[in-house]
């Protein structure tokens, strides 16, 4: 199957390093982050599962629950997680889901058969407050994934979110942002108190707004 953005993520119940998920249910209505990887004790998947657990207290704090999954068994997780631990210094605070009949990787589309057939690649969904997919990456097995970028774009969906904003190329959050083309001058100035700079009629640039102010306007 392949998933495409704005899909609704597919739920689907399997066995984890947490007991039992079912995918929906764990999610509730927050932002989440699936990843799948190729292998349990392999060296760049050890790297990547660390460098997740390490930017954890950033997930939670942009409400963003996160999960891994490959087609190792439960047990082989929970061995492994203590190589992560010793190897990056970062415990695995999040659930691996185990998916040895790629039955979910088959939902998702995570194994791809002209790469290898029978391991999950590195595929990466952001999966919205909605149940939407709102990012999908997939990565090759030679190179461990920056998962900075997923904090970067959660930064940007959320604003999106919030407020008529987009972000431009290699944006950070508290950078300026540009102002959605389907609003209207007039309307601009009127939700972007900051004000804006227009580089052209359809490129105009406007402090990162609050994403507390838009909570409070009831957006
Ligand atoms: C790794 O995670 O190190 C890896 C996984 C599959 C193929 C090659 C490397």
Redesign the pocket.
């Known amino acids: 199957m392949t998933i495409r953005l704005g899909d609704l993520a597919p739920d689907f119940t399997a066995d984890s390093t947490h007991g039992p998920i079912r995918f929906h249910e764990w999610k509730a209505d927050r932002w989440a982050v699936l990843f799948s ?3 349990d004790f ?5 790297t ?1 599962l660390g460098a997740v657990a390490a930017l954890l207290p950033e997930f939670r704090r942009l409400g963003t629950r996160v999960i891994g999954l490959s087609v190792d068994q439960a047990d082989a997780h929970r061995s492994w997680q203590d190589d992560v631990a010793r190897v990056t210094g970062c415990t695995v605070g999040y659930p691996l889901l185990a998916d040895p009949e790629h039955r979910v990787a088959r939902l998702y589309g995570m194994i791809h058969p002209n790469a290898s057939p029978s ?1 999950t690649m590195r595929s990466t969904f952001v999966i919205g407050p909605d149940d939407r997919v709102r990012l999908s990456m997939s990565y090759p ?2 190179t ?1 994934r920056n998962f900075q970028e997923l904090v970067r774009v959660l930064e940007s969906l959320r604003l999106a979110e919030a407020h008529e904003v987009v972000t431009p190329a290699d944006w950070r959050p508290g950078e300026r942002v540009i102002i959605d083309p389907s609003v209207s001058d007039d309307e601009a100035r009127l939700r972007f108190p900051k004000g804006y700079e227009a580089k052209t009629e359809y490129l105009r640039f406007t402090p990162e707004p609050d994403l507390e102010a838009a909570a409070s306007n009831g957006r």
């Open positions: 990887y190729p292998r392999t060296p760049v998947c050890t990547e391991v097995a030679s461990g």
